[in-house]
């Protein structure tokens, strides 16, 4: 008989938190349909009916603190093995409580997210030390309205999670307690609206020194042929930082958006390739370019993806160095190449060495844009090297130059 009821209550826990789930995205995206909260009540029913027809023993047990997990799981011919085996399978953690609200089960999810062991028992005020969480719990069995609570939590780690209260109207758990970790969700979201705020603040400044240049050349009648070249020439610098910026978004898009197409590459002759190419440049700045390249060093990688971190850190170093050399040397490490440029340059203090990889930071803005630099080039070299499943590092002192390692696996 268990087994026939088995199937029964899990399809119904199954079809309750599909209805639950799909009628929180549709609040949340403003439909007005009412087939989600349908599904959800014709989930409620199932699951009502399916735990009615459970047996006394079954129920006493679960009432008891029979957790639905692998490790407390009951005997063959239980429906708890399978439930718990789904519930387990879910990324939100789930907590069933009781008629006095505290815990009768969770998932192994919920026991991860909340870092309590064990979980039965508990209030949710003993989980998360919120009264807020506890204040709308009581008010959603209350009023017997779902509720969605933001919560921050500080163990085991930092996290924000989207607790979402789930009141049954069923006698032996009219609760249920969604847990979804938010943390990398928001941590994004932060990101791309620094990004944006970023991307902004860097085109505003060119355009509107093009703006302002051209409208006096525009307005002032008596502006001499010197100073209009002069004006001239600086919109012609100011056009190409915002090309240039242009350029480095669109490369950093692509690599974060493009699949990569790996092959066996020789870093050897890349490395070889790029110094050769940056020659012109560094005699111009009255520079010593060397390099020390082991030949025969080959990568499993995308050869324009690496052959762009080249040329970004040589030409970093190039810019920010005003006298001495820079240095360029390749070798293997073990399973790994490590590539190594220096340079004798300025340099950089150790507050801004966590930084240098952020998009648009800068340790010295003026200096930057008067070298044409856009802020990005490092943040693409991480991500580009990370991507192939290396490391980079940097190792710097002001007055004394930087030097930048980066570690990328040797093909097999």
Same mark, same amino acid.
């Given at each position: 008989?268990?087994?026939?009821?088995?199937?029964?209550?899990?399809? %119904?826990?199954?079809?309750?938190?599909?209805?639950?789930?799909?009628?929180?995205?549709?609040?949340?995206?403003?439909?007005?349909?009412?087939?989600?909260?349908?599904?959800?009540?014709?989930?409620?029913?199932?699951?009502?009916?399916?735990?009615?027809?459970?047996?006394?023993?079954?129920?006493?047990?679960?009432?008891?603190?029979? +957790?639905?997990?692998?490790?407390?799981?009951?005997?063959?011919?239980?429906?708890?093995?399978?439930?718990?085996?789904?519930?387990?399978?879910?990324? +939100?953690?789930?907590?069933?409580?009781?008629?006095?609200?505290?815990?009768?089960?969770?998932? =192994?999810?919920?026991?991860?997210?909340?870092? &309590?062991?064990?979980?039965?028992?508990?209030?949710?005020?003993?989980?998360?030390?919120?009264?807020?969480?506890?204040?709308?719990?009581?008010?959603?069995?209350?009023?017997? +309205?779902?509720?969605?609570?933001?919560?921050?939590?500080?163990?085991?780690?930092?996290?924000? @999670?989207?607790?979402?209260?789930?009141?049954?109207?069923?006698?032996?758990?009219?609760?249920?307690?969604?847990?979804?970790?938010?943390?990398?969700?928001?941590?994004?979201?932060?990101?791309?609206?620094?990004?944006? %705020?970023?991307?902004?603040?860097?085109?505003?400044?060119?355009?509107?020194?093009?703006?302002?240049?051209?409208?006096?050349?525009?307005?002032?009648?008596?502006?001499?042929?010197?100073?209009?070249?002069?004006?001239?020439?600086?919109? @012609?610098?100011?056009?190409?930082?915002?090309?240039?910026?242009?350029?480095?978004?669109?490369?950093?898009?692509?690599?974060?958006?493009?699949?990569? &197409?790996?092959?066996?590459?020789?870093?050897?002759?890349?490395?070889?390739?790029?110094?050769?190419?940056?020659?012109?440049? =560094?005699?111009?700045?009255?520079?010593?370019?060397?390099?020390?390249?082991?030949?025969?060093?080959?990568?499993?990688? *995308?050869?324009?993806?690496?052959?762009?971190?080249?040329?970004?850190?040589? #030409?970093?170093?190039?810019?920010?160095?005003?006298?001495?050399?820079?240095?360029?040397?390749?070798?293997? *490490?073990?399973?790994?190449?490590?590539?190594?440029?220096?340079?004798?340059?300025?340099?950089?203090?150790?507050?801004?060495?966590?930084?240098?990889?952020?998009?648009?930071?800068?340790?010295?803005?003026?200096?930057?844009?008067?070298?044409? #630099?856009?802020?990005?080039?490092? !943040?693409?070299?991480?991500?580009?090297?990370?991507?192939?499943? #290396?490391?980079?590092?940097?190792? !710097?002192?002001?007055?004394?130059?930087?030097?930048?390692?980066?570690?990328?696996?040797? =093909?097999?």
């Amino acid at each position: 008989m268990a087994r026939t009821r088995a199937p029964l209550l899990l399809g %119904a826990c199954g079809v309750f938190l599909m209805g639950v789930a799909v009628w929180r995205q549709a609040a949340l995206s403003g439909s007005s349909s009412y087939l989600p909260l349908l599904v959800a009540i014709v989930g409620a029913a199932s699951l009502t009916l399916a735990l009615r027809m459970q047996s006394s023993s079954e129920r006493t047990k679960f009432e008891s603190g029979g +957790e639905l997990s692998g490790a407390q799981s009951a005997g063959p011919n239980s429906s708890e093995p399978s439930l718990a085996a789904l519930l387990d399978a879910l990324q +939100e953690g789930v907590l069933l409580l009781g008629p006095d609200l505290r815990v009768l089960s969770g998932n =192994a999810r919920a026991a991860e997210l909340f870092g &309590v062991e064990p979980l039965i028992g508990k209030t949710m005020l003993e989980l998360t030390l919120s009264s807020d969480l506890a204040a709308a719990l009581a008010q959603s069995v209350k009023e017997g +309205e779902i509720r969605e609570v933001p919560l921050a939590i500080a163990h085991p780690t930092e996290r924000l @999670l989207a607790v979402t209260i789930v009141p049954t109207r069923l006698e032996s758990c009219p609760v249920i307690v969604l847990a979804e970790d938010q943390t990398e969700l928001n941590h994004l979201r932060t990101i791309r609206t620094d990004f944006v %705020a970023n991307v902004s603040h860097e085109l505003r400044t060119p355009m509107a020194t093009v703006r302002s240049m051209a409208e006096t050349i525009l307005d002032d009648r008596d502006l001499s042929e010197e100073d209009e070249a002069r004006f001239l020439r600086r919109i @012609l610098a100011e056009i190409d930082r915002l090309t240039a910026i242009s350029e480095d978004l669109l490369t950093l898009s692509a690599s974060e958006s493009k699949p990569l &197409v790996k092959s066996p590459v020789d870093l050897s002759q890349l490395v070889e390739a790029a110094c050769h190419g940056m020659e012109v440049q =560094a005699r111009e700045r009255n520079l010593q370019l060397h390099t020390d390249v082991r030949p025969g060093v080959v990568v499993e990688a *995308d050869a324009s993806q690496l052959t762009q971190v080249l040329v970004n850190l040589i #030409g970093n170093s190039l810019r920010f160095t005003e006298s001495g050399s820079v240095s360029v040397t390749l070798e293997r *490490d073990g399973a790994e190449a490590v590539l190594r440029v220096t340079d004798t340059g300025v340099g950089i203090s150790a507050e801004h060495l966590p930084r240098v990889f952020e998009r648009f930071y800068r340790v010295d803005p003026a200096r930057s844009r008067a070298t044409g #630099g856009t802020g990005l080039g490092l !943040s693409i070299v991480k991500h580009i090297v990370v991507s192939h499943g #290396g490391a980079v590092e940097i190792e !710097s002192e002001v007055g004394r130059g930087t030097t930048v390692t980066v570690r990328l696996p040797l =093909a097999a």
